[in-house]
């Protein structure tokens, strides 16, 4: 690259369409995101549990998908998600860019436009309720002898 190229990119900003969105969604476009899944949401063991099902369906639908996973998720959580993803023969990558501000933890997309409506990542009522059982209430010895 030449002094003249250098110089012209720094006048004119990025050389990328749409940067802020790009930085948003972690590097891709938001009308291929399949699904993002925030940093809060991402750093839960509820959501690490439930994300195999999901990539599994989604990657029977879709054999082009590709993780991004942002390097604010603890490492513990960046390894988790990215051996999830090879275990599904799903490209994923860790997003270094210093300049984005994404509030997402994971987005997880396609290689063309899908333009879904809603991205949001939600875990089944069933599988939430189902990890929270209500201790059971323990009968003291004189309950059981008297049945109360």
């Not at 050389?15 to 940093?39: C, H, K, M, W, Y």
Request: aromatic share 8%.
């Amino acid at each position: 690259m030449d002094i003249n190229e250098t110089l012209t990119r720094a006048a004119h900003g990025e050389n990328r369409l749409d940067p802020d969105q790009q930085r948003q969604f972690l590097g891709t476009f938001r009308e291929r995101v399949v699904i993002a899944v925030s940093l809060e949401q991402a750093q839960q063991e509820e959501t690490l549990r439930f994300f195999p099902n999901f990539l599994n369906q989604e990657s029977a639908n879709d054999p082009n998908l590709s993780l991004k996973i942002s390097p604010a998720l603890s490492m513990a959580k960046q390894m988790a998600y990215l051996k999830l993803a090879q275990e599904v023969h799903i490209d994923a990558t860790i997003v270094d860019e210093t300049s984005a501000n994404s509030p997402y933890g994971l987005v997880l997309h396609t290689d063309h436009a899908i333009d879904k409506e809603n991205i949001d990542f939600i875990i089944p009522e069933e599988t939430a309720t189902s990890t929270k059982k209500e201790p059971e209430e323990k009968k003291s010895f004189w309950k059981k002898l008297f049945g109360n």
